[in-house]
């Protein structure tokens, strides 16, 4: 099962099984698909999606960066959701390189740097 979190702030934890939203502390929702990995928000901060592991230093550093640049994103763990390995695996050339960020736009990066994905995002 994936986990639903926005960074900054106003982080959240949910478990998600299919459609599921979590509120944040803000009154937003953040909405995630499982079977598409996307995410929304009623706002435009959940901006980006991060596929990590747990023991990714990269994902570690860049979780550090976004949250420290209040860049709200969702991340899910791709050795706890098949769907999000397999992802990874179609954006990456069949390999399973974590940190991979999908923007809301559908386009993807493998282990961006904080500058990238503000460049991005038009930050």
């Known amino acids: 099962m994936p986990t639903i979190m926005s960074g900054g702030a106003d982080t959240i934890r949910a478990r998600a099984h299919g459609w599921k939203d979590a509120r944040r502390l ?21 901006a980006l999606t991060m596929y990590s592991t747990t023991w990714c230093g990269y994902c570690r ?19 706890q959701d098949p769907t999000a390995a397999e992802f990874v695996g179609s954006v ?4 399973h390189v974590v ?20 460049k991005a995002l038009s930050l």
């Open 61 to 79: 550093r860049l979780k550090t960066q976004l949250d420290e640049a209040g860049i709200t994103y969702a991340e899910i763990d791709i050795e």
């Open 26 to 46: 803000d009154g937003t929702t953040v909405v995630m698909d499982v079977l598409n990995a996307c995410v929304t928000t009623t706002e435009n901060s959940a």
């Open 99 to 118: 940190p991979t960020v999908k923007y809301a736009d559908g386009s993807t990066a493998t282990n961006p740097s904080l500058v990238e994905v503000k």
């Open 92 to 95: 990456n050339g069949g390999n």
